[in-house]
């Protein structure tokens, strides 16, 4: 996809801010910090199932590496995305560290046909609308749901991001995004229908 | 159209489900300070490695000066 005379612009300003950024200029440390902390903060917390204590380590890190890393920044992104790819490595080596000790929820599912086994060709959806009422169902269907789902699910629809952007977060191809995007979405209405079932 | 419709759910349940939060104030506080405070020390540690690199030049260079050096010397005073 093109870039557009803006995004031109703004990945040179991004360059400039993150060529700053390595150089120690705190004011340009405070600019970054300030434009992108809450957003990474909602982004990190959602995916770890609104565990304060997970989602203050794993922002810390974030933050600590970017800055670490701020000098191999290419510019061949925007800072937000480059940050969000930063943040969503860190949720993984959380999760990571976090499958011995509970490895039956949160093991990922690591290619296509692991994915495709998951699905019961069978199954009959109810139509059940997951955004009638219960939020709450809703967010324990997206914490059962393999990382990589969750992620791609909330960078498209919580965050609004393009799909060219989450390929450079989730470093896949805009193609690999949108069969991701389709299985995600697909697993959801699974797992909300299946709860929404159990409680009727 | 269908598939329109579904998305539009997926993301009005997700949006209720994954709402923004506020981060706790000490939190951002206090990683603000500790970035102000790494950053410099990043940078030092980038300018440190340039002044090594800069100072094994000088190194090198006077090294070879000797070398080139004790030969003139030893040319001028070794009788042939």
Redesign the interface.
Known sequence: MAKTLSDTARYSEDAVLLNK??????EA??TL?DAY???I??FI??QVA?D?EAA?DI??ET??AA??AA?KFDGRSKAYTWLYSIAARKVADFYRQKKRVDRHQFEPVNSDTEIDQLYDSNQVYTGV???SDD??M??QA?TALPLHYRQV??LK??EDMPVIEIGQVMKRSPKSIEGLLSRA?KE??DR?TVRNEGKS | MMEHS??E??????????R?????PE??RG??E???L???S???G?HSMLNQAKLGLIAAAGAISGVIGYGIWLSLHIPV
Do not use: M, T, W
């Open positions: 950024v390595s150089h120690g200029d705190h440390v405070n910090y902390f809450n957003r903060y909602s917390f959602n609104r304060r203050n922002v810390q933050f600590i800055l670490k000098r609308e997951p955004g939020s709450q809703v967010e997206i699910l909330i629809y919580v979405r959801l209405r909300i | 579904n998305e759910i997926i993301k009005k349940a997700l949006k209720g489900a994954c923004p939060v506020v981060p706790p939190l951002k990683l603000r500790r970035l102000i790494e950053s410099g990043a940078s030092g980038h």
